[in-house]
């Protein structure tokens, strides 16, 4: 007779893995457990291929996962690992007797000859491992679906959030010891110097990667301005670097412009075409022959762009987790904050500064879960527009929610004196502020702040490095625009940077 299937209405959140189904057992392969771990005391070669495959979690049997916990400390500590080695760890780790002694170890190693075939075993006990995974949290998933207390988006979000985890093969540690920690760090140092310096993503401007060493793995950074300043132009000329020079994969959630606008813009910035000739289509042979070639680059470019709008925080997690997955992005940029819901089931109240809070609390969540920075626009308020002499931005004229500063890692600001018809900048030299800009980091958790110029041409949006050279494709010599024009210009980093046209003289 088939098992009757019942739901134990009481369990919570139980770390036993239960069935569904009474009686039958949870998916395992305690016989390969002990082939593996007997060739793994006998051939150094199996210690290399399991050791990257299982963690001591992936054992069903508890002695098990006690003795490759052992096997573990000695291969991170460069130990010899042989069943002397392993019996003499488990009796520090005080788990020997807990195992079954010195006996049960001297059987592992006699039921198995050599360690072949270790890494495909290895994957065996992975693959139950992740099944019994799937059990216990849709189990759980069951249990909290059947709460009418539930908030229905939190646990979707939840849901979606454990079963990622199991598709990267990584569920979840609570905690994680010293010993390992700090092996971790050594290997990310050791990565660094590989890197000359730069440990983050490269954004481009080479004043900001000195301050920053690129953008940083969990890392929420926040960058606001007033409207007008130039904030999506920044973010895009940003994007393109990374995406294009650095090949990095990128995610653009854009709130307020549409994917083919932002995508004209990245065009225009490539082929140094206005965005009013693509517009109306009105091109001439030599500059249909340049938007053809120039495209090629942002054609292949890992940019991947949503204008979804009134994106909630459930929404942008579940797409990022996927994209993440998928194509193994970098970055995520959100343009912008103020745009974003909180979703769930609105018990907000109306209470916008809280809803704020919210997303920023899970936009640096969404970061650390990914590992990978996030950078979200921000709107300042117009305290600004109301000081009497500098207009250059403070932590406290972020809008909405002092939340956004405790949440993020890095703020910065955008600020552009000439908007305000100021001619001259603040400082010693009294140096003429027009064509330029300045990137303001007021707050780097893990660095310094710096107030840092860029060049800025508003007649195309652009905003550069203030010691490279650009020239738009319009005001090329005339004796280059003829047909051997594509053959005679140099690459597209060297003329057009990350240039890009507005519609418009005043950017966003």
Same mark, same amino acid.
């Given at each position: 007779m088939e098992p009757e299937k019942v739901l134990n209405p009481n369990y919570k959140n139980s770390q036993n893995i239960i069935s569904l189904e009474k009686g039958k057992i949870p998916p395992q392969a305690v016989d390969l457990e002990e082939a593996v771990l007997g060739a793994m005391m006998i051939d150094k070669k199996g210690v290399d291929e399991?050791?990257?495959?299982?963690?001591? #979690?992936?054992?069903?049997?508890?002695?098990?996962?006690?003795?490759?916990d052992a096997i573990e400390m000695l291969f991170k500590a460069s130990q010899p690992i042989d069943i002397l080695t392993v019996s003499t760890q488990l009796?520090?780790?005080?788990?020997?007797?807990?195992? *079954?002694?010195?006996?049960?170890?001297?059987?592992?190693?006699?039921?198995?000859?050599?360690?072949?075939?270790?890494?495909?075993?290895? /994957?065996?006990?992975?693959?139950? !491992?992740?099944? /019994?995974?799937?059990?216990?949290?849709?189990? =759980?998933?069951? &249990? +909290?679906?059947?709460?009418e207390s539930s908030d229905i988006f939190e646990l979707l979000d939840q849901a979606e959030s454990k079963l990622y985890d199991v598709?990267? *093969?990584?569920?979840?540690?609570?905690?994680?010891?010293?010993?390992?920690?700090?092996?971790?760090?050594?290997? /990310?140092?050791?990565?660094?110097?590989?890197?000359?310096?730069?440990?983050?993503?490269?954004?481009?401007?080479?004043?900001?990667?000195?301050?920053?060493?690129g953008w940083q793995p969990s890392d929420l950074i926040i960058i606001a301005a007033r409207p007008g300043m130039g904030k999506t132009a920044f973010v895009l000329s940003m994007a393109r670097n990374i995406a294009i020079d650095a090949n990095r994969g990128v995610a653009f959630f854009s709130l307020e412009m549409?994917?083919?606008?932002?995508?004209?813009?990245?065009?225009?910035?490539?082929?140094?075409?206005?965005? =009013?000739?693509?517009?109306?289509?009105?091109? =001439?042979?030599? &500059?249909?022959?340049?938007?053809?070639?120039?495209?090629?680059?942002?054609?292949?470019?890992?940019?991947f762009i949503d204008d979804s709008p009134s994106l909630s925080i459930f929404d942008l997690r579940a797409k990022a987790r996927r994209l993440k997955s998928q194509y193994d992005i970098q970055l995520i940029v959100i343009d912008y904050l103020q745009l974003m819901t909180a979703g769930g089931n609105g018990k907000g109240g109306g209470n916008r500064e809280q809803e704020i809070?919210?997303?920023?609390?899970?936009?640096?969540?969404?970061?650390?879960?990914?590992?990978?920075?996030?950078?979200?626009?921000?709107?300042?308020?117009?305290?600004?527009?109301?000081?009497?002499?500098?207009? /250059?931005?403070?932590?406290? #004229?972020?809008?909405?929610?002092?939340?956004?500063?405790?949440?993020?890692?890095?703020?910065?600001?955008?600020?552009?004196?000439?908007?305000?018809?100021? #001619?001259?900048?603040d400082d010693d030299e009294q140096s003429p502020t027009e064509g330029q800009a300045e990137f303001i980091v007021a707050k780097h958790r893990n660095g310094g702040l710096d107030n840092i110029r860029l060049k800025f041409l508003g007649k195309f949006g652009k905003?550069?490095?203030? +010691?490279?050279? !650009?020239?738009? !494709? #319009? &005001?090329?010599?005339?004796?280059?625009?003829d047909r051997n024009l594509t053959n005679d210009l140099p690459p597209s980093d060297q003329i057009f940077g990350s240039s890009f046209s507005d519609d418009s003289d005043v950017p966003f």
């Open positions: 399991a050791i990257d495959i299982l963690k001591p #979690d992936a054992f069903y049997k508890d002695a098990h996962k006690h003795i490759y009796r520090k780790n005080g788990k020997l007797e807990l195992v *079954g002694g010195d006996f049960y170890l001297i059987n592992l190693t006699q039921k198995i000859a050599s360690s072949a075939h270790i890494e495909f075993h290895s /994957r065996i006990i992975l693959q139950k !491992f992740i099944q /019994r995974s799937l059990i216990k949290i849709s189990s =759980e998933i069951i &249990e +909290d679906a059947y709460d598709t990267q *093969g990584n569920i979840k540690k609570s905690t994680e010891t010293a010993q390992s920690l700090v092996a971790q760090a050594k290997k /990310r140092i050791e990565e660094i110097g590989k890197r000359e310096g730069l440990s983050g993503l490269p954004t481009g401007f080479h004043k900001l990667d000195g301050l920053t060493s549409s994917s083919v606008q932002l995508i004209t813009r990245l065009i225009s910035s490539e082929t140094g075409l206005s965005s =009013e000739k693509l517009r109306t289509g009105k091109l =001439e042979q030599h &500059e249909w022959e340049q938007l053809n070639v120039k495209v090629k680059d942002l054609e292949k470019a890992p940019l809070s919210t997303i920023s609390r899970n936009l640096k969540g969404l970061a650390k879960e990914l590992n990978i920075p996030v950078i979200a626009l921000s709107q300042l308020s117009r305290a600004v527009e109301t000081r009497g002499s500098s207009k /250059r931005p403070l932590l406290s #004229d972020l809008r909405e929610s002092g939340a956004i500063e405790q949440d993020a890692d890095i703020v910065s600001f955008i600020y552009r004196p000439e908007y305000y018809k100021i #001619d001259v900048w905003f550069d490095n203030l +010691d490279d050279a !650009f020239m738009p !494709f #319009d &005001e090329f010599p005339s004796s280059m625009n």
